[in-house]
Protein backbone atom coordinates (compact mmCIF):
# COMPACT_ATOMS: atom_id res chain seq x y z
CA UNK A 1 0.00 0.00 0.00
CA UNK A 2 1.44 2.94 -0.70
CA UNK A 3 -1.96 5.04 0.24
CA UNK A 4 -0.37 7.33 3.00
CA UNK A 5 1.64 9.95 2.13
CA UNK A 6 4.06 12.14 4.81
CA UNK A 7 5.93 15.38 4.09
CA UNK A 8 8.57 16.47 4.55
CA UNK A 9 10.56 13.29 4.81
CA UNK A 10 13.58 14.44 6.64
CA UNK A 11 13.36 17.16 8.95
CA UNK A 12 15.98 19.06 10.96
CA UNK A 13 15.62 21.76 13.68
CA UNK A 14 16.86 23.64 16.40
CA UNK A 15 15.29 23.17 19.98
CA UNK A 16 13.78 26.80 19.20
CA UNK A 17 12.04 26.17 16.33
CA UNK A 18 8.29 25.60 15.27
CA UNK A 19 7.91 23.09 12.40
CA UNK A 20 4.91 20.48 11.54
CA UNK A 21 4.48 17.37 10.12
CA UNK A 22 1.50 16.38 7.76
CA UNK A 23 0.07 12.90 6.62
CA UNK A 24 -2.40 12.56 4.04
CA UNK A 25 -4.33 9.06 3.35
CA UNK A 26 -6.03 8.62 -0.05
CA UNK A 27 -7.46 5.08 1.19
CA UNK A 28 -10.99 6.09 2.24
CA UNK A 29 -10.23 5.58 5.98
CA UNK A 30 -11.73 7.02 8.92
CA UNK A 31 -8.44 6.61 11.84
CA UNK A 32 -5.42 8.00 11.48
CA UNK A 33 -2.49 8.10 13.99
CA UNK A 34 1.04 9.34 15.11
CA UNK A 35 3.91 6.92 16.22
CA UNK A 36 7.41 7.78 17.15
CA UNK A 37 9.78 5.11 16.60
CA UNK A 38 13.35 5.60 18.00
CA UNK A 39 16.18 3.15 17.15
CA UNK A 40 16.15 -0.16 18.45
CA UNK A 41 12.87 0.51 19.96
CA UNK A 42 8.74 -0.37 19.85
CA UNK A 43 6.76 1.56 17.95
CA UNK A 44 5.32 3.84 20.43
CA UNK A 45 1.63 5.38 19.57
CA UNK A 46 1.23 8.85 20.30
CA UNK A 47 -2.33 9.97 19.12
CA UNK A 48 -4.85 8.41 17.57
CA UNK A 49 -8.25 10.13 15.99
CA UNK A 50 -11.38 8.41 14.78
CA UNK A 51 -13.66 10.46 12.06
CA UNK A 52 -11.58 13.64 13.22
CA UNK A 53 -12.12 13.32 16.98
CA UNK A 54 -8.99 12.49 18.96
CA UNK A 55 -9.81 9.67 20.98
CA UNK A 56 -6.16 8.63 22.64
CA UNK A 57 -3.36 10.91 23.67
CA UNK A 58 -0.95 8.50 24.90
CA UNK A 59 0.63 10.67 27.38
CA UNK A 60 2.60 12.81 24.61
CA UNK A 61 4.50 16.00 26.32
CA UNK A 62 2.34 18.96 24.97
CA UNK A 63 5.49 20.29 22.56
CA UNK A 64 4.06 18.01 20.60
CA UNK A 65 0.36 18.92 18.95
CA UNK A 66 -1.73 17.25 17.08
CA UNK A 67 -4.44 18.57 14.77
CA UNK A 68 -6.69 16.56 12.31
CA UNK A 69 -8.93 19.01 10.18
CA UNK A 70 -10.89 16.13 8.58
CA UNK A 71 -10.28 11.93 8.22
CA UNK A 72 -7.59 12.15 5.19
CA UNK A 73 -5.27 14.65 6.43
CA UNK A 74 -3.36 15.12 10.20
CA UNK A 75 -0.60 17.19 11.16
CA UNK A 76 1.60 17.25 14.22
CA UNK A 77 3.06 20.91 15.12
CA UNK A 78 6.04 20.77 16.37
CA UNK A 79 7.46 23.31 19.43
CA UNK A 80 10.45 23.60 21.98
CA UNK A 81 11.67 19.97 21.41
CA UNK A 82 14.15 18.14 23.14
CA UNK A 83 17.35 16.61 21.32
CA UNK A 84 15.50 12.86 22.78
CA UNK A 85 12.51 13.79 20.63
CA UNK A 86 14.82 12.72 17.16
CA UNK A 87 13.51 9.53 16.24
CA UNK A 88 11.05 8.72 12.74
CA UNK A 89 7.89 9.49 12.80
CA UNK A 90 4.94 7.62 11.30
CA UNK A 91 1.90 7.99 10.66
CA UNK A 92 -0.78 5.14 9.89
CA UNK A 93 -4.60 4.90 8.97
CA UNK A 94 -6.80 2.08 9.02
CA UNK A 95 -10.89 1.29 8.54
CA UNK A 96 -12.48 1.16 11.64
CA UNK A 97 -10.18 2.92 14.53
CA UNK A 98 -9.10 -0.43 15.95
CA UNK A 99 -11.83 -3.43 15.34
CA UNK A 100 -11.44 -6.93 14.72
CA UNK A 101 -9.14 -7.30 11.44
CA UNK A 102 -8.88 -3.76 11.31
CA UNK A 103 -5.00 -3.34 9.69
CA UNK A 104 -3.09 -0.02 9.94
CA UNK A 105 -1.27 1.11 6.85
CA UNK A 106 1.60 3.46 7.46
CA UNK A 107 3.23 6.42 5.67
CA UNK A 108 7.18 6.32 4.63
CA UNK A 109 7.74 8.55 7.86
CA UNK A 110 9.62 11.82 8.82
CA UNK A 111 13.43 11.11 10.01
CA UNK A 112 13.25 14.36 12.54
CA UNK A 113 17.05 15.48 13.98
CA UNK A 114 16.79 17.73 17.14
CA UNK A 115 20.23 19.85 17.35
CA UNK B 1 2.10 -2.15 29.83
CA UNK B 2 2.04 -4.53 27.38
CA UNK B 3 5.04 -6.94 26.84
CA UNK B 4 6.08 -8.24 23.49
CA UNK B 5 9.48 -10.22 23.04
CA UNK B 6 11.17 -10.98 19.57
CA UNK B 7 14.81 -11.40 18.86
CA UNK B 8 17.21 -8.97 17.96
CA UNK B 9 18.41 -9.96 14.50
CA UNK B 10 18.39 -13.10 12.81
CA UNK B 11 20.83 -13.94 9.38
CA UNK B 12 20.28 -16.71 7.33
CA UNK B 13 21.01 -17.77 3.33
CA UNK B 14 19.47 -16.88 0.54
CA UNK B 15 17.27 -19.92 -0.59
CA UNK B 16 16.84 -20.58 2.96
CA UNK B 17 14.37 -21.00 5.70
CA UNK B 18 13.61 -18.48 8.94
CA UNK B 19 11.49 -18.35 11.79
CA UNK B 20 10.99 -15.40 13.79
CA UNK B 21 9.34 -16.03 17.62
CA UNK B 22 7.35 -13.18 18.86
CA UNK B 23 5.80 -13.96 22.90
CA UNK B 24 3.53 -11.29 24.76
CA UNK B 25 1.71 -10.75 27.70
CA UNK B 26 -1.33 -8.63 27.21
CA UNK B 27 -4.31 -7.67 28.72
CA UNK B 28 -6.95 -9.30 26.49
CA UNK B 29 -6.20 -10.04 22.57
CA UNK B 30 -7.86 -9.15 19.58
CA UNK B 31 -5.43 -10.88 17.18
CA UNK B 32 -1.88 -10.51 16.13
CA UNK B 33 0.13 -8.51 13.21
CA UNK B 34 3.11 -9.15 11.79
CA UNK B 35 4.67 -6.34 9.59
CA UNK B 36 8.20 -5.66 7.74
CA UNK B 37 9.88 -2.97 7.74
CA UNK B 38 13.02 -1.94 5.02
CA UNK B 39 15.40 0.71 6.08
CA UNK B 40 14.12 3.95 5.80
CA UNK B 41 10.53 2.77 4.49
CA UNK B 42 7.06 2.21 5.66
CA UNK B 43 5.89 -0.28 7.53
CA UNK B 44 3.97 -2.62 5.23
CA UNK B 45 1.28 -5.41 5.96
CA UNK B 46 1.95 -9.21 6.19
CA UNK B 47 -0.18 -11.49 8.37
CA UNK B 48 -3.06 -11.16 10.88
CA UNK B 49 -3.63 -14.56 13.28
CA UNK B 50 -6.75 -14.17 15.52
CA UNK B 51 -7.41 -17.98 15.96
CA UNK B 52 -5.16 -20.77 16.94
CA UNK B 53 -3.02 -22.50 13.67
CA UNK B 54 -0.68 -21.25 10.69
CA UNK B 55 -2.31 -18.65 8.08
CA UNK B 56 0.28 -19.26 4.71
CA UNK B 57 0.66 -16.46 2.29
CA UNK B 58 2.92 -17.60 -0.57
CA UNK B 59 6.51 -17.53 0.92
CA UNK B 60 4.97 -15.99 4.02
CA UNK B 61 3.20 -18.22 6.98
CA UNK B 62 2.68 -16.84 10.40
CA UNK B 63 1.27 -19.17 13.27
CA UNK B 64 -0.28 -18.36 16.67
CA UNK B 65 -1.16 -19.74 19.82
CA UNK B 66 -3.14 -18.41 22.08
CA UNK B 67 -2.78 -20.07 25.48
CA UNK B 68 1.16 -19.84 25.11
CA UNK B 69 1.02 -16.48 24.13
CA UNK B 70 3.34 -17.29 21.22
CA UNK B 71 3.59 -16.33 17.51
CA UNK B 72 5.73 -17.08 14.56
CA UNK B 73 6.63 -15.58 11.31
CA UNK B 74 8.11 -18.08 8.48
CA UNK B 75 9.82 -16.94 5.52
CA UNK B 76 10.55 -19.40 2.81
CA UNK B 77 13.16 -19.56 0.51
CA UNK B 78 14.46 -16.51 1.42
CA UNK B 79 15.57 -13.92 -1.09
CA UNK B 80 17.87 -10.97 -0.28
CA UNK B 81 14.79 -8.65 -0.70
CA UNK B 82 13.68 -10.14 2.70
CA UNK B 83 16.15 -8.33 4.24
CA UNK B 84 14.17 -6.34 6.02
CA UNK B 85 12.67 -5.52 10.12
CA UNK B 86 10.08 -7.30 10.84
CA UNK B 87 7.45 -6.26 13.92
CA UNK B 88 5.54 -8.23 15.69
CA UNK B 89 2.43 -6.20 16.74
CA UNK B 90 -1.15 -7.06 19.12
CA UNK B 91 -3.94 -5.71 19.88
CA UNK B 92 -5.22 -5.99 23.11
CA UNK B 93 -8.46 -6.15 25.23
CA UNK B 94 -9.30 -2.72 24.44
CA UNK B 95 -8.05 -2.61 20.97
CA UNK B 96 -5.04 -1.17 21.34
CA UNK B 97 -2.26 -1.71 19.46
CA UNK B 98 1.20 -2.92 20.87
CA UNK B 99 4.73 -3.38 19.09
CA UNK B 100 7.30 -5.23 20.12
CA UNK B 101 10.94 -3.40 19.01
CA UNK B 102 11.21 -5.48 15.81
CA UNK B 103 13.70 -8.03 14.39
CA UNK B 104 16.18 -7.37 11.60
CA UNK B 105 16.51 -10.61 9.56
CA UNK B 106 19.93 -10.25 7.15
CA UNK B 107 19.59 -12.66 3.90
CA UNK B 108 23.04 -13.51 2.95
CA UNK B 109 24.28 -14.71 -0.84
Known amino acids: ETGVTQTPRHLVMGMTNKKSLKCEQH?????MYWYKQSAKKPLELMFV???????ENNSVPSRFSPECPNSSHLFLHLHTLQPEDSALYLC??????????????FGPGTRLTVL | GQNIDQPTEMTATEGAIVQINCTYQ??????LFWYQQHAGEAPTFLSY????GLEEKGRFSSFLSRSKGYSYLLLKELQMKDSASYLC??????????FGAGTTVTVRA
Open chain 2, 49 to 52: NVLD
Open chain 2, 89 to 98: AVRDGDYKLS
Open chain 1, 92 to 105: ASSQDGGQGADTQY
Open chain 1, 27 to 31: LGHNA
Open chain 1, 49 to 55: YNFKEQT
Open chain 2, 26 to 31: TSGFNG
